[in-house]
């Protein structure tokens, strides 16, 4: 079996391990603050194949093809929100974009999706989160509804990779999740075709489990007669989840914060949180809160807009003079501010996402 599970739950701890094994490059601190990203200058994004090409058509701009893409499996969580923060970055950097909403891929490789009906109502509000945190109409797509020769591409792919490969990358999988990985490569690969963009480099932001399917493409590219540009990809560490040894999963709930929990759910959730605190306050004043474990500094380290503030929050958990249950209210107060206005904004582009889907 493959040491990474592109469908798993489990969260990644390991990186070093990963990266020799895989041979994953370190993401430059140099380049990560020359970006002004909080992804980046964060520590956030953790590694990259091929991200120079990236960067020289940002120095110089010229163009490149941003794309990202997310399965209509359940409600988007902040997870998710990782990704679509990664795809403005580079939007904004100028790039040609291309953000899948990937119903074909929810509805193949998730057992829990009964039709692909189900899969076309998940994908609307999908989209209409993505359009409340700054996406545009034009930047999205759903995999049902692109052109013949995406399909064809697709299919074209189909014959570039063989049973030992797939079962080398992925293991013993079955033909749903065969099918949708199809669709995830043409996903990576159709903007290069000359009715798209053509020619030219590409970036897709990607968690490190989902490296079996950039290894993949990355391979299946040069067998291609097009002579297209091998895709770049960044890494963003896994937003772990608020259990501990979690990942953040929607088919675990309490694992994650949705970005339409209602303002008692996140709350609840986040009070519930894994802690880094020590077990009385006597010992929390002496040695300091443990930030390395704390799940609710991570959620504010992967969201929290204000660095300064971040900095000043992560200083006073570890010398002992803030205490969890305030880490937690700080927490709870911008989070619920946050997603109450970015529901509110959701709600009125419904109308638009359901027009993309469905026409």
């Not at 380049?31 to 200058?41: C, T, V, Y």
């Not at 049902?144 to 797939?166: H, Q, W």
């Not at 297209?228 to 914060?257: C, W």
Request: charged share 30%; aromatic share 10%; glycine share 6%.
């Amino acid at each position: 079996m493959p040491e990474i599970d592109a469908w798993g739950n489990e969260a990644i701890t390991d990186y070093e391990h990963v990266f020799r094994e895989f041979g994953l490059k370190k993401f430059p601190e140099s380049l990560a603050k020359s970006l002004g990203q909080r992804l980046f200058e964060r520590n956030i994004v953790i590694a990259h194949r091929d991200f120079e090409k990236i960067a020289e058509c940002i120095a110089r701009k010229k163009p490149f093809i941003n794309l990202t893409g997310i399965a209509a499996s359940g409600p988007y969580h902040l997870g998710h929100k990782i990704d679509i923060d990664l795809f403005r970055f580079f939007k904004e950097k100028g790039a040609k974009n291309l953000f899948a909403v990937c119903d074909l891929d929810g509805y193949c490789s998730r057992q829990k999706i009964p039709t692909l009906q189900e899969a076309k109502k998940i994908a609307v509000e999908n989209i209409a989160d993505a359009l409340a945190l700054g996406l545009e109409a034009e930047d999205i797509y759903v995999q049902s509804r692109k052109p013949a020769s995406y399909y064809s591409l697709a299919f074209e792919l189909s014959k570039k990779i063989t049973s030992s490969t797939n079962n080398a990358i992925y293991g013993e999988i079955d033909l749903g999740k065969i099918s949708a990985n199809l669709l995830q490569y043409a996903d990576i690969l159709h903007g290069q075709l000359p009715e798209f963009f053509g020619k030219m480099p590409s970036i897709t932001g990607i968690g490190l489990d989902q490296d079996p399917h950039a290894r993949a493409v990355r391979d299946i590219v040069k067998r291609l007669p097009y002579g297209m540009e091998t895709p770049s990809f960044v890494y963003f560490r896994h937003q772990r989840g608020l259990m501990q040894d979690s990942k953040m999963s929607s088919s675990n709930p309490d694992t994650a914060i949705f970005l339409q929990d209602s303002q008692k759910e996140i709350e609840r959730k986040i009070q519930k949180a894994f802690t880094g605190g020590r077990n009385t306050l006597e010992e929390h004043r002496r040695l300091g809160g443990v930030l390395e474990v704390d799940k609710v500094y991570e959620l504010l380290l992967f969201h929290y807009p204000n660095s300064r503030e971040l900095e000043k929050i992560a200083e006073e958990f570890k010398s002992g003079k803030l205490l969890s249950k305030e880490m937690k209210q700080i927490a709870i107060e911008f989070f619920q501010g946050f997603l109450k206005e970015h529901q509110k904004k959701a709600k009125e582009f419904l109308p638009t996402a359901k027009k993309i889907v469905f026409g």
